[in-house]
């Protein structure tokens, strides 16, 4: 039949002027026959309402008619066609193997389909689907053979735009080091990428279709749960991953599932990106060693020096020994708040509650304290306003407001505007105890109180002694004292 179509024959379509030789199919009777020509001078007519190019063919090879489609788009011989035509129109490529095709559908009488490349009149090729039903079957045997040719080049083009994009999109997931996965809602996997293969333990392509719960740990597998529901109802979640595949060391993922939305809001899939943590996490912990043996020696070191400090001392009972000690001791204390943020600040009530619990048990009656208690410093401002409340603390124990039952000692807090950028101030104010008066020989003391806490970068201190009780105010740049 193939032979015979590339062959061909020119043929003129039936209509009412012009008569078509076909012979007749075996098997119709004289009734049958007269049925039979009736259709076929109506076939023209038909075959125009077809809007793609359409030819119809005998069952051995002749063709019957077909379509100005066919003619001019396909053929282009308006006066005559050579059915074979369009067979030379192929590409080289194509040509062969739809050869091969059509003959063996012809054979064994059922329908064929194929994309093919057709050959326009600039030169230029164009996809088509070609379609050949057959029609008419009798004892297994077609009498007709209907062929269609659809122009499908504009949309074969952006399918392999899409494809050459899906492509390049996948490369480029390949090559991350990060592990990304497309999870239906079901909870099976449709996408994953060549790292998650590698993670998961499985074949790349075979992980497909797999159920994504049953991969995590099992010290895992209860929050990844959480995770994924959050993400089923369309919100952001995450969590940390422990994956311990056999002969391997444990691995620490970060997850981040990441619902993808339709146009009308439902959950069509979820994006998971799973990053190895492993040497963050082993750098932390690393980290973590150091600065608890950091924090153990400087705990110790203070120990140390206090004890050299006493043994160096023929007279423990001299005064400036208590005071020296007390103010190491201020020291260790905001060490062990530091030490307890792991040295990224602490906030300003914990510093004033530490440093002003030598003067007992005063906070919330005589010792009144106002801010905000979230507010941190950070670890260098920290030390040296702790210096400095712990001064006055003991000046106020001694001489001012804290060394009568009727004093009390205000201290406050805020974030003010200054020079136009926020400025942290903090206030210290003494009421309600004996006369004050500004001492006649500054000591060390003095030192820490007025001049110590300008070593800060763009600080402002000032310290009245008032008749009614001493007024402290310290000012700074937030960005310069605050942490975070």
């Given amino acids: 039949m193939a032979a015979r179509l590339k062959q061909g024959e020119n043929v003129r379509p039936a209509s009412s002027e ?8 075996r098997g119709y009777t004289s009734a049958a026959q007269d049925t039979h020509f009736r259709a076929l001078i109506e076939l023209p007519a038909a075959l125009e309402l077809i809007p793609d190019p359409a030819c119809l063919f005998g069952s051995h090879g002749p063709a019957i008619c077909c379509n100005d489609a066919w003619r001019s788009g396909v053929i282009e011989t308006p006066e005559a066609f050579a059915p074979s035509g369009w067979m030379d129109r192929l590409h080289p490529l194509e040509r062969e193997g739809v050869e091969a095709g059509l003959k063996e559908a012809l054979a064994a009488a059922r329908n064929f389909e194929a994309d093919v490349r057709l050959r326009a009149s600039d030169g230029e090729y164009r996809w088509h689907i070609l379609r050949v039903h057959a029609h008419d079957v009798r004892d297994g045997k077609p009498q007709f053979w209907l062929y269609v040719l659809t122009d499908i080049h504009a949309r074969k083009l952006r399918k392999q735009d899409l494809a050459r994009t899906i492509k390049l999109q996948a490369g480029m997931l390949d090559v991350s080091v990060d592990c990304v996965k497309v999870i239906q809602p079901d909870g099976r996997l449709s996408y994953l990428n060549r790292a998650g293969c590698i993670a998961l333990g499985v074949d790349e392509d075979s992980g497909l279709g797999m159920e994504w719960l049953p991969l995590l740990g099992p ?10 529901d959050d993400a089923r109802r369309g919100f952001n979640a995450r969590f940390p991953g422990l994956i311990c595949l056999p002969g391997e060391k444990p691995r620490y993922w970060d997850n981040m599932l990441t619902p993808l939305l339709s146009p009308n809001g439902d959950v069509e899939a979820i994006l998971c990106v799973s990053r190895d943590i492993t040497a963050q996490r082993e750098s932390e912990e690393r980290i973590a060693l150091l600065m608890g043996e950091l924090n153990h ?3 110790n070191q203070l120990s140390v020096m206090h004890a050299l400090v006493r043994r160096t001392v023929p007279d423990t009972r001299v005064p400036w020994l208590r005071t020296l000690e007390q103010r190491m001791m201020s ?11 792991e040295w990224t600040g602490t906030t300003i009530y914990d510093l004033v509650v530490s440093q002003t619990a030598i003067a007992g048990d005063v906070l919330g009656e005589r010792l009144l304290l106002q801010g905000d208690p979230d507010l941190r410093l950070h670890p260098g401002t920290a030390e040296t306003i702790g210096l400095a409340l712990h001064e006055l603390t003991t000046n106020a124990v001694k001489y001012g407001a804290l060394s009568s039952s009727s004093g009390r000692v205000f201290v406050s807090w805020s974030i003010r505007d200054g020079d136009g950028s926020p400025h942290l101030c903090i206030d210290w104010l003494e009421k309600g105890g004996p006369p004050v008066k500004e001492p006649e020989r500054k000591g060390f003391g003095s030192l820490i109180i007025e001049r110590n806490p300008r070593v800060v970068s763009g600080a402002r201190v000032n310290c009245h002694y008032l008749p009614t009780g001493v007024v402290w105010h310290f000012e700074a740049p937030a960005r310069s004292v605050l942490a975070g």
């Fill in 331 to 341: 020291i260790a204390r905001s060490q062990d708040l530091l030490i307890n943020g």
């Fill in 297 to 299: 020696r400087s705990k």
């Fill in 18 to 25: 012009t008569e078509t030789s076909v012979e007749s199919p």
């Fill in 219 to 228: 010290e895992v597998k209860e929050i990844g749960q959480a995770a994924l």
